[in-house]
């Protein structure tokens, strides 16, 4: 202990304190690789458990990363909170490569007349008046038939309406899970979903990931080792490796699935991008999955709505969940998306979109040609991995300098130690921005991680 005046100070919290200060201070710069445990605790003449718990206390401050196999560094604080997900962080003058909010010209126009065609039809004192919670029933039955061209047949009575597809993610959770259970997930994965599984307090169990999809031999023995109670998959586009799953893996995750009495949370949010792809989960498991989308990327994401289709003994539990957080969904917008689903607007906008993000895509590789990228031809991401002795918190900042900002895996990664890479969003900037973004960042990538 240490007395401070009259304050006893344990020993750890002074050397806490000391590292934190000259991190902020600047004495030790990003990227410094701190000593060994063993070593910090031979220097501070403290046990190898609080050198640990050092090093775990500045890692929650956010001021030092810890990297499995290769050690402690320094972080850079001067890289806006969440590393650029976080789509307030983005001033008016950076272009945004974090967040994906693909507009194609001439929806404003859309919208408009859809407005105009809404005013001057039906009984619009009725779109006034409470819903049903899960959604009316024509509303339903208009995403059960946009469900089918998905390749996912369901009756009306299995959808729910949402204000999105991450309140239906929430929703479904609150209905099925209780806090403590364990959901076996990718070990980077979308990281709304790990928003929801910290607040609503699931333990999230990561499963190492191939090239193709997750490790389904090591989702088997993980289920063989403890009591799990869900999988959270997004088998067609992945976000961010954006990997789609082949008929196989998806007829063995449904096996284990059904052997293990598994819950299957299946995110289709980028499925659209994907012309042709196996079966969706909930067609080969209707039993055990619940299917949730929704219209954000494939239409506008100022228009929040959202579809969960559930099996039937699941459905009033996810109903009385959306009764408690919103009632139900705005029914203006539901009116608008269910008339786009219905006359072919949305079946056209995903069709453009498709073409847009491949043509994006190819820039990408144009222009990064060289670099390890891993996307799928037609997504509106790129995931880059960087060397093993690059910083992404450095390459994030020095993009940030020039007015880009993109995500690192820190907000993705569910295991304890996030890889050095970064995503790139490739769907909320026009094209010639875009061109000369990527080429910025080429350089910059390359003096940062390569040099």
């Known amino acids: 202990m240490h007395t401070i005046g009259t304050v006893v100070v344990a020993r750890y919290k002074v050397v806490v304190d000391a590292f934190a200060s000259d991190i902020r201070a600047g004495r030790l710069p990003s990227g410094t690789r701190l000593p060994t445990h063993r070593r910090l605790a031979a220097r501070e003449g403290i046990a190898l458990a609080t050198a640990s718990r050092v090093y775990a206390e500045l890692e929650a401050m956010g001021l030092v990363s810890g990297e499995q196999g290769r050690g402690t560094f320094v972080r850079d604080i001067a890289l806006p909170p969440g590393h650029g997900v976080d789509q307030r962080s983005v001033a008016a003058d950076t272009v945004d490569l974090n967040f994906n909010s693909p507009l194609l010209s001439g929806q404003a126009d859309m ?152 819950l299957i949370l299946e995110d289709a949010s980028y499925a659209f991008l994907v012309e042709e792809s196996p079966p969706p989960l909930a067609a080969l498991a209707p039993e055990v999955t619940v299917y949730v989308s929704g219209l954000s990327k494939s239409v506008a994401t100022g228009l929040r709505v959202g579809f969960v289709a559930a099996p039937a003994p699941v459905v009033p539990a996810v109903e009385r969940v959306i009764r408690a957080t919103t009632w139900n969904t705005p029914v203006i917008m539901t009116a608008i998306a269910c008339r786009w689903l219905e006359d072919g607007t ?54 940030a300098r020039e007015h880009i900002s993109v995500a690192t895996a820190e907000p993705y990664a569910t295991s304890a130690h996030a890889p050095q890479a970064i995503r790139l969003a490739l769907g909320s900037t026009d094209i010639p921005s875009l061109r000369a973004t990527l080429s910025t960042v080429r350089q910059i990538v390359g003096a940062d991680a390569y040099s």
């Not at 009984?123 to 009316?136: I, K, S, V």
């Not at 893996?249 to 284990?256: G, H, L, Q, S």
């Not at 190819?362 to 991401?381: D, Q």
């Open 111 to 262: 919208l408009r007349l859809a407005l105009r065609e809404l005013a001057t039809s039906g009984d619009l004192e009725a779109l006034l008046r409470y819903q049903p919670h899960r959604g009316r029933p024509n509303d339903r039955a208009a995403v059960a038939r946009h469900l089918l061209r998905r390749g996912l047949s369901v009756s009306a009575d299995q959808v729910l309406i949402v204000s999105g597809a991450q309140h239906g993610l929430a929703a479904t959770i609150m209905a099925t899970l209780r806090p403590g259970d364990v959901v076996a997930t990718d070990a980077l994965t979308y990281p709304g979903f790990k928003v929801l599984a910290h607040t609503l307090r699931l333990e999230l169990a990561p499963l190492p990931v191939t090239p193709h999809g997750p490790d389904l031999d090591a989702l088997e023995q993980l289920c063989a080792r403890r009591r799990v109670r869900a999988v959270y998959a997004m088998p067609t586009l992945h976000n961010p490796l954006g990997w789609v799953m082949d008929a196989p893996a998806r007829t063995r995750m449904v096996e284990i699935a059904r052997r293990h009495d598994l």
């Open 346 to 399: 949305v079946s056209r906008l995903e069709a453009h979109k498709r073409d847009d993000a491949r043509t994006r895509q190819r820039i990408a590789r144009e222009i990064l040609a060289g670099l390890p990228l891993t996307g799928h031809p037609s997504s509106y991401f790129v995931w880059l991995p960087l060397p093993e002795e690059a910083r992404a918190d450095r390459v994030a900042t020095s993009l």
